[in-house]
């Protein structure tokens, strides 16, 4: 049996603590800002993105790896006698499952299998955990990608604004919703939807400061659930106040004896699309 390489899109948001522990390398998303071409968690962070719009006012775009990208990526570990599991950002967002599939079926059957995580952020990043396990355990990539690939299913991944103004200046949400929602105070929750492949709708709407709403969202989430899976947690956020992290951390424990919970930095493919004070928790249920 082949050893087995684990490798993500950029945008799983795992930490370095997790790619560290797994071993997991990435295949960095593109970022076009200004005329530029950048790769995600490469050259080009959230904070370049947030200073740029406030002084240019222009957000950048986003667009997967080729199919070529994909298999010079993988080509190495072929080389050097590795299969690989590739984890990719939910197929209903984007052509990198697609890409990596036809990539890796240039290796021949059984060298590459490529998991749709139906989700994106640390919603993929669970996924990805899963598949770093069971190559502890010493699986073959062919176990893995039968045994993980239903688990896709079973992630929960939502995320709650402080407000609309990226995501209107991003053509992803009408002025008048923004005004309205801004007014109001509301802070809208974000449901990424594993039957659509990680496509994304609109959840409960909050009222209040963006701490009250954020630990109400958590306890919304949470709160006397008998189906999660407590191996894990992340909270991962788009630059966020560190006291509301700190506390939604401590909010999430009291309610659930998770047995990791990790604050995890949303990537510059995420950051873009959603702006700052974007928090979510994702967790897998069982």
Do not use: W
Not at 99 to 116: H, P, Q, S, T
Not at 129 to 155: F, N, T, W
Not at 158 to 163: C, G, K, N, V, W
Request: proline share 3%; aromatic share 8%.
């Amino acid at each position: 049996m082949n050893p087995v390489k684990l490798i993500a899109d950029s945008s799983c948001d795992i930490g370095p603590e997790l790619a560290e522990r797994y071993q997991v390398d990435f295949v960095h998303i593109h970022v076009r800002l200004n005329g530029c071409e950048y790769l995600d968690g490469i050259d080009i962070s959230h904070t370049d993105i947030y200073e740029n719009y406030e002084k240019n006012r222009t957000l950048p775009s986003t667009s997967a790896m080729n199919i070529d990208e994909y298999e010079s990526v993988f080509a190495p570990y072929i080389e050097k006698g590795y299969d690989i599991v590739h984890v990719s950002l939910g197929s209903g967002l984007s052509s990198t499952c697609n890409n990596a599939r036809l990539a890796g079926e240039k290796f021949g059957k059984g060298r590459v299998f490529v998991i749709d995580s139906k989700s994106l952020s640390s919603g993929s990043g669970h996924i990805v955990c899963k598949c770093g396990e069971r190559i502890r355990k010493g699986m073959s990539a062919e176990q893995i990608y039968e045994e993980v690939s239903p688990l896709a299913d079973h992630v929960s991944a939502s995320f709650i604004l402080d407000d609309l103004k990226y995501l209107h200046a991003g053509g992803r949400c009408s002025g008048l919703a923004q005004f309205g929602a801004s007014l109001m105070n509301i802070k809208p929750c974000i449901m990424v939807r594993n039957d659509l492949y990680g496509s994304m709708t609109v959840g409960k709407k909050y009222m209040g400061s963006y701490k009250r709403s954020a630990l109400k969202y958590v306890e919304n989430m949470i709160k006397d659930r008998t189906d999660i899976e407590l191996d894990r947690c992340f909270i991962t956020h788009s630059g966020s106040d560190p006291e509301v992290l700190e506390a939604m951390k401590n909010l999430a424990l009291e309610l659930q004896p998770f047995k990791e919970l990790f604050i995890t930095q949303a990537s510059a493919t995420i950051c873009s699309h959603c702006g700052p004070n974007t928090t979510g928790i994702l967790f897998m249920t069982k």
